[in-house]
């Protein structure tokens, strides 16, 4: 069985690429600059969306990256990175999952589009400062789930810090980690000095930042 990551510097991929370096498990890791569809040959035949990540593994492939984090930790589990549904955190675990991208990286994505790689005449600042507000009023509910523990659920690392550190980590790129509350502050300092984290990131090394757009 073969798993193949399509990524973009600092993209969604980096859910699914953090959650395999954290199993150990081999993988090819395809790196294209953003963005891909144009950028890639051949991008949108792999996946019609455009949109990155793609994870091509069992015949099939996938295209959300929380949803790659899951099926990865269920197939080559048991692993303490993932719940199983009789724990007591495992409906806390999936909001997790799913807020990371619906409600947590939902308005990153708009404030570094309309902030950062449109055309400078087509950039919206009332946009940028909106989907800014949004995002650190959503914030808040990282900060409050962190009040006395070091992880989001079980007690110990797994996928959900994954899912949720990933837009910490944009955030931070994007300098609004001054507006981060303490808990929050330390949980980003924390979990991005494990290895497999900084293994991603010097897995990109090659391909331009898109904090220097």
Same mark, same amino acid.
């Given at each position: 069985m073969s798993i +193949? *990551?399509? @990524?973009? @510097?600092n993209a969604r991929s980096m859910r699914p690429l953090w959650t395999l370096e954290e199993l150990g498990v081999e993988y090819e890791q395809v790196n294209m600059e953003f963005?891909?569809?144009f950028r890639y040959e051949g991008y949108l035949d792999i996946n019609p969306l455009g949109t990155v990540p793609a994870m091509e593994i069992d015949g099939v492939t996938m295209t959300e990256s929380s949803a790659m984090a899951q099926y990865l930790v269920e197939k080559f589990g048991p692993s303490d990175l993932g719940l199983d549904i009789s724990h007591a955190d495992y409906p806390l675990y999936l909001n997790w999952l799913q807020r990371s991208d619906a409600t947590? +990286? #939902?308005p990153l994505t708009l404030v570094m589009r309309y902030g950062m790689f449109e055309k400078k005449e087509n950039r919206l600042p009332k946009v940028v400062a909106d =989907? +800014?507000?949004? #995002?650190l009023s959503r914030?808040?509910?990282v900060e409050a789930a962190?009040?006395?523990?070091? =992880?989001l659920v079980a007690d110990r690392f +797994? *996928?959900?810090d994954i899912c949720v550190?990933?837009?910490l980590y944009l955030a931070a790129k994007l300098k609004l980690d001054v507006n981060f509350g303490p808990h929050t502050a330390a949980y980003l300092e924390r979990i991005t000095e494990r290895e497999a984290f900084k293994r991603v990131c010097d897995s990109q090394s090659e391909l331009k930042d898109f904090s220097s757009v």
């Open positions: +193949t *990551i399509y @990524h973009c @510097h963005p891909p569809r947590l +990286t #939902f =989907y +800014t507000q949004w #995002f914030l808040r509910s962190l009040g006395g523990r070091e =992880y +797994t *996928i959900a550190g990933l837009p």
